[in-house]
């Protein structure tokens, strides 16, 4: 008799099932879902291999008589196999009683399974309101997942369907087929992406946000106040944001905007604190004003009025704008208006603001003609202005054209006077006691320049401010263009040697060195009449000084300096003092006695027009 292993053999210990089941009928109970977790049933899963084996085939020698004897007598035929117990078959497991598949339902080792008519396990499926899991046993309560879809079982094993189930403290809902509905919103509840149901929770879903009451509800179609800022809901639910609605400006995050900006589709609003946005009115924020048009638009780059707004939309005030649309440089003064028919610095502001370039001002209010260069600056000493040459004053008053002829005629005046203030710029002359030659010497040459304008003197300068001027032919060129009567260059001395102990007043005036030959000026360097005038001037200026100051008289001298000897105009130099000597040096520092100093070269020159 051939041996057969039986499938059936296997016990259902191998199944390894645990899962109870009962029939009785699910209590059921009508209510409402909140947010928590879950997981799979703990039912344990039966893997394949732990199901009963398929029976075995025939043994090879049954398998060698069949071939070799296929016309045995019946009665030497195998016995038919009994099957009993769980038998994989044809791709599919049965279970066998009496060697009769077992059909409808069957409790196995505690754990309830479906049989079909056919006898086949069902698996992986809800049949008749119960889930049968992988394994095929039946969830008695508890969540499970089949296809992706979550369904629970109460403690009778029946699915909830079609109702909200309240499961650890929180609500979810099922729909007809016990499928669990998430992300969503169903019956005017909001559902999270785990199923529970949100309450006074914030909700994102398909990039849109909703907001759900305690009671689960979500807000729709009105306004509400959420940690202490105001948002709206429209008829879906959905929180507005990004927008103007109904007059408010709702920010990116959805809260309405008080008291912010708010930039919205490349523009930017500001919400007053009511949240309506700031409309077609001006509105100071921070230290800044800026104007918002009748959709509350800030303005940016352009004029509102005489005031313009930059581009960051804030006036502007006290700085310059350059306007591309009107080519144009112009200035806005404190409080935000442009200048207009006025100077600011050395820049002249015409009507409507625009800055003078390139042409002449006629100024009433200082009743004097004015010209300005291409880069709006006032011009200075003498300009060839459309072929002709002019002179200014160093304040840009224009004095008039330069005459034809050069060097000066004896005895005829025109009480112009040119003062060149020594160094300047890159050239500080001698330093000493932390004092600059420079800094003194345009000191001296402010208050000397406002004392002769007060007594009705022309006054030309070779620099009115801290830049270099060459010395040696340049501030000479600048007095040679001019109807100027006298040149006054002036310095302060230094021996090189503080201990010296040096002081006092020296007055130059030109004398010839034929180891220094004139560069531009061979003919009235050494002409008798600018000598005897310059010796003359030197003389008046010099005593008066000493008058003046009480200083020590330390020379009335003559030197070829280059400003001396390039001059075609009668020209002194004057050293006020030494600065290397430190008792001089605060004295000629004091204001009182740069007064005195400017005093007595006023009187000097007054003595010497007196004396022609």
């Known amino acids: 008799m051939k041996k057969t292993l039986l499938a059936s053999a296997i016990t259902l210990?191998?199944?390894?099932?645990?899962?109870?089941?009962?029939?009785?009928?699910?209590?059921?109970?009508q209510s409402t879902p909140v947010e928590t977790t879950h997981s799979e049933t703990s039912t344990d899963k039966v893997e394949k291999n732990s199901l009963p084996a398929k029976e075995t085939e025939p043994s090879t020698e049954a398998n060698a008589n069949q071939t070799t004897n296929p016309?045995?007598?019946?009665?030497?035929?195998?016995?038919?196999?009994?099957?009993?117990?769980w038998v994989f078959e044809e791709n599919i497991w049965r279970f066998y009683?009496?060697?009769?598949?077992?059909?409808?339902?069957?409790?196995?080792?505690?754990?309830?399974?479906?049989?079909?008519?056919?006898?086949i396990m069902l698996n992986d499926t809800i049949f008749d309101g119960y889930i049968l899991t992988s394994s095929g046993a039946m969830v008695d309560s508890g969540w499970s997942k089949l296809q992706d879809k979550w369904y629970y079982a109460n403690a009778y094993g029946k699915i909830s369907q079609q109702k909200w189930e309240k499961i650890g403290g929180v609500w979810y809902y099922f729909d007809k087929d016990g499928v669990m509905l998430s992300n969503t919103i169903f019956d005017g509840y909001l559902i999270t992406n785990s199923g529970a149901m949100a309450e006074s929770a914030w909700v994102k879903q398909d990039g849109q946000w909703y907001y759900a009451l305690a009671s689960g509800k979500v807000i729709k179609n009105k306004w509400e106040?959420?940690?202490?800022?105001?948002?709206?809901?429209?008829?879906?639910?959905?929180?507005?944001?990004?927008?103007?609605?109904?007059?408010?400006?709702?920010?990116?995050?959805?809260?309405?905007?008080?008291?912010?900006?708010?930039?919205?589709?490349?523009?930017?609003?500001?919400?007053?604190?009511?949240g309506r946005p700031t409309q077609e009115k001006w509105e100071k924020v921070g230290s800044s004003w800026y104007y918002f048009?009748?959709?509350?638009?800030m303005a940016n780059n352009q004029w509102i009025g005489s005031y313009y707004l930059k581009a960051s939309g804030a006036m502007a005030?006290?700085?310059?704008?350059?306007?591309?649309?009107?080519?144009?440089?112009?200035?806005?003064?404190?409080?935000?208006?442009?200048?207009?028919?006025?100077?600011?610095?050395?820049?002249?502001?015409?009507?409507?603001?625009?800055?003078?370039?390139?042409?002449?001002?006629?100024?009433?209010?200082?009743?004097?003609?004015?010209?300005?260069?291409?880069?709006?600056?006032?011009?200075?000493?003498?300009?060839?202005?459309?072929g002709t040459a002019h002179q200014f004053q160093s304040n840009g008053k224009w004095i008039g054209e330069v005459p034809i002829s050069r060097g000066f005629e004896k005895g005829k005046y025109t009480k112009t006077v040119f003062l060149d203030p020594g160094h300047g710029g890159k050239d500080p002359g001698a330093v000493y006691y932390n004092t600059q030659e420079k800094d003194l010497t345009m000191q001296i040459y402010q208050k000397l320049r406002k004392e002769l304008q007060g007594l009705g003197y022309t006054v030309l300068s070779s620099r009115d401010s801290d830049v270099y001027v060459d010395f040696v032919t340049e501030r000479s060129k600048m007095v040679n263009k001019t109807d100027s009567d006298m040149f006054i260059s002036i310095h302060f001395n230094a021996s090189g040697n503080p201990a010296s102990g040096r002081s006092g007043i020296q007055t130059y005036s030109y004398e010839e060195d034929s180891g220094y030959r004139a560069k531009i000026n061979p003919y009235w360097h050494n002409h008798p009449d600018r000598i005897s005038e310059s010796n003359r001037l030197a003389a008046d200026i010099h005593s008066s000084?000493?008058?003046?100051?009480?200083?020590?008289?330390?020379?009335?001298?003559?030197?070829?300096?280059?400003?001396?000897?390039?001059?075609?105009?009668?020209?002194?130099?004057?050293?006020?003092?030494?600065?290397?000597?430190?008792?001089?040096?605060?004295?000629?520092?004091?204001?009182?006695?740069?007064?005195?100093?400017?005093a007595g070269i006023v009187k000097g020159i007054q003595k010497y027009y007196a004396g022609q």
């Open 13 to 29: 210990s191998v199944f390894g099932l645990t899962s109870n089941l009962s029939y009785a009928e699910e209590n059921q109970a």
């Open 71 to 85: 016309a045995k007598k019946e009665e030497d035929k195998a016995p038919e196999v009994q099957k009993d117990g």
């Open 97 to 119: 009683e009496n060697n009769a598949p077992v059909l409808n339902w069957k409790k196995i080792h505690g754990k309830w399974y479906y049989f079909n008519k056919d006898g």
């Open 225 to 274: 106040k959420i940690g202490g800022s105001w948002y709206y809901f429209d008829k879906d639910g959905i929180m507005l944001s990004k927008t103007i609605f109904n007059g408010y400006l709702l920010s990116n995050s959805g809260a309405m905007a008080e008291r912010s900006w708010v930039y919205l589709e490349g523009k930017w609003y500001f919400a007053q604190t009511s």
């Open 293 to 297: 048009n009748k959709e509350g638009i």
């Open 317 to 386: 005030e006290k700085e310059w704008i350059f306007d591309k649309n009107y080519n144009s440089w112009f200035y806005l003064k404190s409080g935000g208006a442009y200048a207009a028919r006025e100077w600011i610095g050395s820049y002249y502001l015409k009507s409507g603001g625009y800055m003078a370039k390139s042409e002449w001002i006629d100024d009433s209010y200082y009743n004097a003609r004015y010209y300005v260069d291409e880069n709006g600056v006032y011009v200075t000493g003498t300009r060839k202005i459309d």
């Open 545 to 598: 000084l000493l008058a003046e100051t009480g200083a020590k008289d330390a020379g009335l001298l003559q030197s070829s300096f280059a400003v001396l000897r390039e001059t075609d105009k009668p020209a002194v130099l004057l050293e006020l003092g030494y600065i290397d000597n430190f008792n001089e040096n605060q004295q000629v520092r004091s204001d009182a006695y740069q007064n005195r100093l400017v």
